[in-house]
T-cell receptor
Framework: GQQVMQIPQYQHVQEGEDFTTYCNSSTTLSNIQWYKQRPGGHPVFLIQLVKSGEVKKQKRLTFQFGEAKKNSSLHITATQTTDVGTYFCAGPILYDKVIFGPGTSLSVIP | NAGVTQTPKFQVLKTGQSMTLQCAQDMNHNSMYWYRQDPGMGLRLIYYSASEGTTDKGEVPNGYNVSRLNKREFSLRLESAAPSQTSVYFC?????????????FGDGTRLSIL
């Protein structure tokens, strides 16, 4: 069946370093969503990308949707301790149900 | 606005016991979802309700039942709990059902089955 994969599973960075997580789908996606979950919290919607090659920025976060619409990335510039959490990508299957990737857990060392 | 409210927040059950997890949203959303989250496996869809009066199976429906009580409320029932159902359960809602709809999540129910 359709799968959404993410790498790496875990990432530990020194505060101020950059961080990137990658999301790959086994099939073409009509859109990709990104969520953040703080430790002990619930997933919170960050952004949705729809167009091939689309790039969106939210302050220090840059989201990109691949040209083939099968992959996406989230890049955080100059990480801060507030960035700690698990980042999930999610994409639709059969045009309606959303399937979540396993997530990338980010730790930031002060 | 509270958003999506789940009760209880924590629960410990014995194998074979039954219980119902409650979820309510105050955003007038049409669609509601139940997920379970296990370490390293992300969020897996158990059941969903695209609109009031309808429910459908997700990826992992076995051992669960749901009821869309009204537009606001969507409950998840474990009829005979098993240790494999130990997990964190999240309820979510979206304005409409579709792969392009952002989902709003509740705080979760942490369920342990002994």
């Amino acid at each position: 069946g359709q799968q959404v994969m993410q790498i790496p599973q875990y990432q530990h960075v020194q505060e101020g370093e950059d961080f990137t997580t990658y999301c790959n789908s086994s099939t073409t996606l009509s859109n990709i969503q990104w969520y953040k979950q703080r430790p002990g919290g619930h997933p919170v919607f960050l952004i949705q990308l729809v167009k091939s090659g689309e790039v969106k920025k939210q302050k220090r976060l840059t989201f990109q949707f691949g040209e083939a619409k099968k992959n996406s990335s989230l890049h955080i510039t100059a990480t801060q301790t507030t960035d700690v959490g698990t980042y999930f990508c999610a994409g639709p299957i059969l045009y309606d149900k959303v399937i979540f990737g396993p997530g990338t857990s980010l730790s930031v060392i002060p | 606005n509270a958003g999506v409210t789940q009760t209880p927040k924590f629960q410990v059950l014995k194998t074979g016991q039954s219980m119902t997890l409650q979820c309510a949203q105050d955003m007038n959303h049409n669609s509601m979802y139940w997920y379970r989250q296990d370490p390293g496996m992300g969020l897996r869809l158990i059941y969903y309700s695209a609109s009031e009066g309808t429910t459908d199976k997700g990826e992992v429906p076995n051992g669960y039942n749901v009821s869309r009580l009204n537009k606001r409320e969507f409950s998840l029932r474990l009829e005979s709990a098993a240790p494999s159902q130990t997990s964190v359960y999240f309820c979510a809602s979206s304005e409409f059902h579709g792969g392009d709809q952002p989902q709003h999540f509740g705080d979760g129910t942490r369920l342990s089955i002994l």
